[in-house]
Nanobody, 123 residues
């Protein structure tokens, strides 16, 4: 059984940093594409960062230079490092997996989802 759990959200002042975690169980993370998505109030869920085993990665223009994705030495956890946060980054953030490589970072193409974690950025 594939299970994901996102955590690390909270309230932060603009310009601050947070690191979100996605703990995985029941699978080998190397066999999956990994994506981070977010959904702001009244908006569609959008791709933030997606890493593909095919070597085609995606970073949303709105977070380039500020957000990065990484994994621990024990490959059961992936991280989203968020720096220089802005009020527009306020959203519920989700981690997700798909079992096939692809170039797009679309929520419709991901199969497994963790529970979201809320990030609120104050101005």
């Amino acid at each position: 059984e594939v299970q994901l759990q996102a955590s690390g959200g909270g309230l932060v002042q603009a310009g601050g940093s947070l690191r979100l975690s996605c703990a995985a169980s029941g699978f080998d993370v190397d066999d999956y594409d990994i994506g981070w998505f977010r959904q702001a109030p009244g908006k569609e869920r959008e791709g933030v960062l997606c890493i593909s085993s095919a070597g085609k990665n995606y970073t949303a223009d709105s977070v380039k230079g500020r957000f990065t994705i990484s994994s621990a030495n024990i490959k059961t956890t992936v991280y989203l490092q968020m720096n220089n946060l802005k009020p527009d980054d306020t959203a519920v953030y989700y981690c997700a997996l798909r079992g096939w490589p692809g170039p797009r970072c679309s929520a419709y193409e991901y199969d497994y989802w963790g529970q979201g974690t809320l990030v609120t950025v104050s101005s």
